[in-house]
T-cell receptor, first 116, second 114 residues
Framework: ETGVTQSPTHLIKTRGQQVTLRCSSQ?????VSWYQQALGQGPQFIFQ???????GRGNFPPRFSGLQFPNYSSELNVNALELDDSALYLC???????????????FGPGTRLTVL | GNSVTQMEGPVTLSEEAFLTINCTYT??????LFWYVQYPGEGLQLLLK?????DKGSNKGFEATYRKETTSFHLEKGSVQVSDSAVYFC?????????????FGTGTRLTIIP
C-alpha cells in the first residue's frame, strides 16, 4: 500500500509568482485536505476536497485554490505569492465514511515553500 | 469556534523520565481528539486518538484520556527514550455536514537526553 506522496519536496519562488503543489492520495482514499504549517507553528487547515469538489475552507484568501482529480490526487495552487506564504504545505488523505466521526487523516511529508 | 491550547515548549527530559504534555480544547459538539508526532524533516504521524468521552488512546507506550469534564487530552508516557525526541501536536477533529477538519495546537518540542 502506497502512502501519501507530495511533490516537489522543496520549492523557491519570488513574491508575486504562482505555484502549484501536488499530492497523491493513499490508495482507497477519497478525500484530500491541505494544511499550511508555518515555522514553529501547528498546521492550519486550508481546505478539503471530496469527490472533486471543495468541501470546507479555512481562513485563507481566494488566491489559495485547489483541484481534486478523478483518481483522487490533488493540487494546491497559490497565486500572487507573498513572503508570509513561506511554510511547509501538508497534504492529508482519508477515506470518508458516513460514521458521523471524522475519518483518520494520513499525512504526506510536505512541500517546503520559500518565497523570496 | 474550536481551538486547542497546548503546553508550551520546549521540554527537555532525561531518558526514562515520566512525560506529561498538557492539552486542553474548546469545542462545540463532540469532537474526536488526536495526538500527532512530527520527526525532523518529516510530515505528521498519528500517535493515538480517542473518539468519545472517557476513551483512552494508547500507542508505543504513550497514553491520553479524553476528559470531557475538564476538556483535556493530556499525553503521558511512563519512561521516555531518546527516540521519542520530536514535536508533538494535539489536535481536535470535527465533522459538520461532511466537512472534516483538524484543528491543531502549536506543538511541543520534546528533547530526551541520554
Amino acid at each position: 500500500e502506497t502512502g501519501v506522496t507530495q511533490s516537489p519536496t522543496h520549492l523557491i519562488k519570488t513574491r508575486g509568482q504562482q505555484v502549484t503543489l501536488r499530492c497523491s492520495s493513499q490508495s482507497g482514499h477519497n478525500t484530500v485536505s491541505w494544511y499550511q504549517q508555518a515555522l514553529g507553528q501547528g498546521p492550519q487547515f486550508i481546505f478539503q476536497y471530496y469527490r472533486e469538489e471543495e468541501n470546507g475552507r479555512g481562513n485563507f484568501p481566494p488566491r489559495f485554490s485547489g483541484l481534486q482529480f478523478p483518481n483522487y490526487s490533488s493540487e494546491l495552487n497559490v497565486n500572487a505569492l507573498e513572503l508570509d506564504d513561506s511554510a511547509l504545505y501538508l497534504c492529508a488523505s482519508s477515506n470518508r465514511v458516513a460514521s458521523g466521526r471524522i475519518s483518520e487523516q494520513f499525512f504526506g511529508p510536505g512541500t517546503r515553500l520559500t518565497v523570496l | 469556534g474550536n481551538s486547542v491550547t497546548q503546553m508550551e515548549g520546549p521540554v527537555t527530559l532525561s531518558e526514562e523520565a515520566f512525560l506529561t504534555i498538557n492539552c486542553t480544547y474548546t469545542a462545540t459538539g463532540y469532537p474526536s481528539l488526536f495526538w500527532y508526532v512530527q520527526y525532523p524533516g518529516e510530515g505528521l504521524q498519528l500517535l493515538l486518538k480517542a473518539t468519545k468521552a472517557d476513551d483512552k488512546g494508547s500507542n508505543k507506550g504513550f497514553e491520553a484520556t479524553y476528559r470531557k469534564e475538564t476538556t483535556s487530552f493530556h499525553l503521558e508516557k511512563g519512561s521516555v527514550q531518546v527516540s521519542d525526541s520530536a514535536v508533538y501536536f494535539c489536535a481536535l477533529g470535527w465533522t459538520n455536514f461532511g466537512n472534516e477538519k483538524l484543528t491543531f495546537g502549536t506543538g511541543t518540542r520534546l528533547t530526551i537526553i541520554p
